[in-house]
């Protein structure tokens, strides 16, 4: 193994070890947050505990030769490009989470007294956990030049994100109605809203 497949094996690791850590860290913080309402329940947690198992997929790319059948040949500095965008996916995560602090949930469910937060990534994003996600995901692909990680995880999560988003935003329609809209106006899904005319 060459001096830079060794550097982008250890920083896939140090890409998913900081995902664990946020994600362990704000979903300790939510446990025992009461829910006021959910919906298609069976079927997210399907989802998330699917793109929950993938997660370790990139430490058997990492530490152990078992997937280098799948290793696509790209280019150094294509590849720590793709460590730079995990790392800013992983900043996106983990300031959603922060903005979110008690309402967020791994599931598609409120907690009682849910507020519509319309700061932070927020403020131009309606779902910046998502792309957040994306962000990392294509990361880690091009990081580790894997082709088995690429399809599996970004194919899972593009799946788990097509299933679960309208009916995210048919629960935000239901509880804050035309606050929701209008904020739904304001905002893109994954990107900002381009606004083609000046504000006055």
Same mark, same amino acid.
């Given at each position: =193994?060459?001096?830079? +497949? ?11 070890? /900081?995902? /664990?850590?946020?994600?362990?860290? &704000? ?5 025992? +947050? ?12 399907? !989802? $998330? ?6 997660? &370790?997929?990139?430490?058997? !790319? ?27 996916? #992983?900043? =996106?995560?983990?300031? %959603? ?14 907690? +009682? ?15 910046? =956990? $998502?792309?957040?996600? &994306?962000? =990392? ?22 799946? %788990? ?6 009916? @995210? +935003? ?8 035309? @606050? $929701?809209?209008? $904020? ?5 899904? #994954? ?7 000046? @504000?006055?």
């Amino acid at each position: =193994m060459d001096t830079n +497949e060794l550097w982008f094996r250890c920083t896939t690791v140090a890409v998913q070890v /900081g995902f /664990g850590v946020v994600r362990g860290h &704000f979903s300790q913080r939510v446990a025992r +947050e009461p829910v006021a309402t959910g919906r298609a329940q069976a079927r997210d947690r399907m !989802y $998330y505990r699917l793109t929950a198992a993938l997660y &370790f997929l990139p430490f058997a !790319y990492a530490l152990t030769p078992w997937l280098d059948f799948a290793h696509v040949p790209l280019p150094v500095g294509l590849r720590w490009t793709g460590a730079l965008l995990a790392f800013a996916g #992983l900043a =996106m995560v983990w300031w %959603t989470h922060r903005s979110l602090g008690r309402h967020w949930s791994g599931i598609l469910e409120l907690r +009682e007294n849910h507020r519509l937060i319309s700061s932070g990534p927020y403020r131009h994003i309606r779902h910046p =956990m $998502y792309t957040g996600f &994306f962000m =990392m995901l294509t990361g880690v692909a091009l990081l580790s030049a894997n082709l088995l990680i690429a399809l599996l995880q970004i194919g899972a999560f593009t799946a %788990t994100y097509l299933a679960r988003v309208a009916d @995210e +935003e048919a629960m935000m329609l239901d509880r804050f109605g035309d @606050e $929701y809209r209008g $904020y739904m106006r304001r905002t893109g899904r #994954l990107l900002p809203r381009l606004r083609w005319r000046a @504000e006055k």
